[in-house]
Every structure is written in C-alpha cells, then in structure tokens.
C-alpha cells in the first residue's frame, strides 16, 4: 500500500479528465481499507471506484482512495441457478464476460458498461431492458462508522430507475466492497425484445439466440452508437431518462405527435433525454474540445483536453434549453464532483 502525492487522476476516470490528487492510493484489501480510511494523516479522504459515472471539475484535495478489490468465485450453486460473489474492483464488462464463459445467463444485455462492480449497485445500473436489480441477490459494504462490513439483500437497497439507497440516505455512509449476484444455469431467459437487440440478432443470421449471443448484439449495438472511453473520453449516458405524468405527455404530443416514449405505469411515460436532447439541436455539436456524440445525443464528450467545468457548463445548457422546449426537466445521471 504505497501513498503518492500529487497524481493526475486522468487515467482514472473514463472522462479523462486532467485533474490532480492531492494524495493518492489503491487498495488491495479490506484490512488495507480500514487502515487507510482510519488515518488521522489524512482527515479529508475521496472514495474512487471506476471512475465511470463522474465528472471532475476541479483538483481533489484529499487522500483519493482507489477500491481496487479482486477476485470472484461462487458461492453455492443448484441445478439450475448459481450465488457468484464479485468483488468491488472487478471491471465490470470483464465480470460479465466471464459469467458468460461459465454459461451463466442474466447479465448478457448489461454488456460493455464501463466501471467496475463495486459502483454497479449505486445507481442500479441498467441497458436494454434489463437492470442490475434483476439479478441482484446482495452486497457487502464497509460501515464507515462502525468499521464493520453489513450486507444490503435488494429489499435493503431500494433499488429504483439509476436510483438505490447509496444514492440517497445512505449516501457516502458505506463502501461497497463485493456484490453477489443470482445467475440461471440452465433455461436462460432472454429478454431480446427492448432497443435494437432482436434486428441486430436478425441482422446476425441467429434463429435461436443463446445468452453469449444477445451479448454480442448488444456489444455491436453500443459499439455502433456509443464511443469507446479509451479514445474519447465519456461517461456513458450524460443524463437520465425523464418519466413525466399522462398528463404532461398528452401536452408534449400535442407539439411532437411523433414523440417516442415507454409506458411505466397507469399514470407515467418514459421519454428518451437523447430524443430530447437531439431535437434542441445539440446531437453532434461540438464546442472546441469537447461536445455531444454524434451518433448519440445522451453522450456528452472529451476530445482531449477538456475542463469539467466545460462539460458541466454544457450539460446545463442543455438542460436548459429542453426545458425551454418541451417543458421537461432532464436530470445529470453523472456525479459530478
């Protein structure tokens, strides 16, 4: 466990964004966890996990502790379903395609999400109809005032749309530092019929789609749409999907008839923020170094060189000018820090 001072956290945040660390650590450990956590050495100290659901808009000074836990095994297993533990630093697309070699099914259309697993509960992640809650059996989670580690079963979490109890009350009280999951073994059930998953499968000659291959459909879906964070610098969905009432639905149609949406319940619809967000005029505009994707307009980018602070300012603006538009509020999916 080796402390450094003065580290540039560009490469550990999928942004790439060049801010400074004032000290700076990984840990391998609980044990190492604990220690660190409980040094007076360093009174302000930053919890860091992928780095892929944030935008840093100014220097951190404190002591970044980087979560880098390894390892994953199973737990217990029936004839047709198996408990796996994942460890918080496992990257998560890797963890995903691993489950996918051992043949256990229900995490193939979370596929190519960036980060890593210990964040993976925080805000329930999710893509293509399926979300993280969905084979979610429990997580282990260092109480930061106690020292003792809980463990949270999916009741606990209150797991809602990119929502969980980590993101709200329990906020910045726990670390989560292993996530077990429920996977099926044998009559995997596959959910193919959300997004562009059952044309691409069609596109790919497959009649009878087995788990790894809705994985692959999904991964040529996201690769087609969504750049890679390794060559520009992106977190993903910049901004949540918006859920508004019947009512104010009724008024959007009344000015966008063509409007796309999903039904959440008797009196909620879902709106695509990237619909929204490309029919303000913003998908593909580019301010300098830094912009909107031009193949998805929820993807704000890094072309290399850019400030938080840019992108933050851009995110608002956008904001702003879809409420001014349609009326709607869209909310930062992204902690920004």
Request: aromatic share 10%; hydrophobic share 40%.
């Amino acid at each position: 466990m080796q402390i450094q001072n003065n580290i540039s956290l560009k490469a550990f945040n999928t942004f790439g964004i060049d801010v400074k660390a004032t000290h700076f650590v990984s840990i391998n450990s609980i044990d190492d966890l604990i220690t660190i956590y409980t040094s007076e050495k360093f009174p302000k100290k930053f919890i860091l996990g992928g780095g892929s659901n944030m935008l840093l808009t100014k220097d951190v000074d404190a002591l970044v502790i980087h979560v880098n836990l390894k390892g994953k095994h199973i737990l217990s297993q029936t004839e047709t379903e198996v408990l796996i533990e994942a460890q918080a630093g496992e990257n998560w697309h890797e963890f995903v395609l691993w489950s996918l070699e051992n043949d256990f099914g229900g995490l193939e259309n979370l596929s190519l999400i960036p980060g890593n697993v210990g964040t993976s509960p925080i805000q329930n992640i999710g893509a293509y109809g399926v979300e993280l809650k969905d084979t979610f059996h429990s997580c282990k989670a260092l109480n930061l005032d106690t020292l003792e580690i809980e463990t949270f079963t999916k009741e606990d979490c209150n797991f809602a749309y990119r929502n969980s109890i980590f993101k709200q009350h329990a906020k910045g009280q726990f670390i989560i530092t292993s996530v077990i999951f429920k996977l099926s073994k044998v009559n995997h059930k596959l959910n193919i019929n959300y997004g562009a998953i059952t044309s691409e499968i069609e596109r790919m000659n497959i009649n009878q789609p087995t788990i790894q291959d809705v994985s692959k459909a999904v991964i040529s879906i996201r690769q087609s749409k969504l750049p890679n964070p390794k060559e520009i610098g992106n977190s993903g969905s910049f901004f949540k999907n918006p859920v508004i009432t019947k009512k104010a639905f009724s008024k959007l149609q009344d000015n966008f008839p063509n409007a796309p949406h999903y039904v959440v319940s008797e009196t909620e619809i879902k709106i695509p923020a990237g619909w929204l967000i490309e029919h303000a005029g913003f998908k593909g505009k580019t301010f300098g170094n830094y912009g909107v994707h031009k193949k998805q307009a929820l993807v704000l980018v890094n072309y290399g060189g850019a400030k938080g602070k840019e992108i933050l300012e851009l995110s608002k603006l956008i904001q702003d000018t879809v409420f001014r538009i349609f009326d709607i509020q869209i909310e930062a999916e992204v902690n920004i820090i």
